[in-house]
């Protein structure tokens, strides 16, 4: 008998305090997809959401979409403007409460992956901020 293995992407049950948000980053190759995905591990570290695979989410997966259901909020870090992050959840139903666009902040996106711990820091320091919020 084959097991199928459990999935723990988008679990809150973690978050203590505030609002229950799933983060899901582009995890892109560049650099600043790479940004994308260690600002969300970080802000996962700090207690502010839980970082969840955007694959999984293109896949319609029902648990996760579960979760997402009883989630307060849905924040989508994309590396650049192609805003691949966005697209995928917009095809699921999902629309996120924030959308921080890495490129948006001044990093530029390059063909290394190389990035700074300054970077990662201004992408989280926006997600707290509420920068990704829609003004409307």
Known sequence: ???KPECACGDTSAVTGGKKRIIF???GVANVGQVSNEAAIRL???GYGAATCIALL???DAGLKQRIADADEVVIIDGCPVVCGAKIAHAQGVVPAQHIIITGLGIE???????TEGDVE???SAAWEGKGRSSA
Do not use: I, N, Q
């Open 58 to 60: 293109g896949t319609g």
């Open 122 to 124: 201004t992408v989280v």
């Open 109 to 115: 996106k390059g063909p290394s992956r190389r990035y």
């Open 1 to 3: 008998m084959e097991l």
């Open 44 to 46: 996962t570290e700090e």
């Open 25 to 27: 980053p582009c995890a």
